[in-house]
């Protein structure tokens, strides 16, 4: 079978409640004879934080290596909640298992990051959540619809798990 998509691009917001997410996007790589990208996004720090780390922290490596640190953790805690979908759901750990699965963190404004991801790597399919919780809401959240607006490919928004 010929691949219709090359890579399915997962964005997880790590809130433990992206198995669902995960499992559809898995699902739609499989049917598509695509790989998976997972993609967490870091809001950058504000100005202000910024500078005031910059005034109190004089190191500059000591800074660097706190920022990256920020970057670690949540590397960290994506392969967590990725494995404990992959508990959750067989399939995805299958995937895992033979390398169908890149885990990404990146820093920055989540909509523009995740559509940016998405033309570079040249992913075909932007998977997300619709991160909503209660009925009267819309169906995508402000990230969502911002990620909707910029890119080029189709994305797919998941209702909440029920």
Do not use: W
């Amino acid at each position: 079978m010929a691949k219709e998509h090359e890579s399915v691009l997962c964005s997880v917001g790590l809130r433990g409640n992206d198995g669902h997410v995960l499992e559809k996007a898995l699902a739609l790589a499989n049917a598509t004879g695509a790989d998976m990208h997972v993609l967490h996004v870091i809001k950058p720090l504000s100005g202000d934080v910024l500078n005031t780390l910059k005034i109190n922290i004089r190191d500059r490596e000591a800074l660097e290596a706190m920022m990256q640190q920020r970057i670690r953790e949540r590397r960290e805690k994506l392969t967590e909640n990725v494995d404990a979908a992959c508990q959750q759901y067989p399939p995805l750990k299958k995937a895992m298992e033979e390398g169908r699965i890149v885990n990404t963190v990146l820093e920055g404004h989540p909509a523009s990051v995740i559509a940016h991801f998405a033309s570079q790597e040249n992913i075909s399919m932007i998977v997300m959540a619709a991160n909503k919780q209660h009925q009267m809401a819309s169906y995508a959240g402000k990230v969502t619809k911002g990620v909707i607006k910029r890119a080029r490919v189709p994305v797919v928004v998941m209702p909440n798990a029920s």
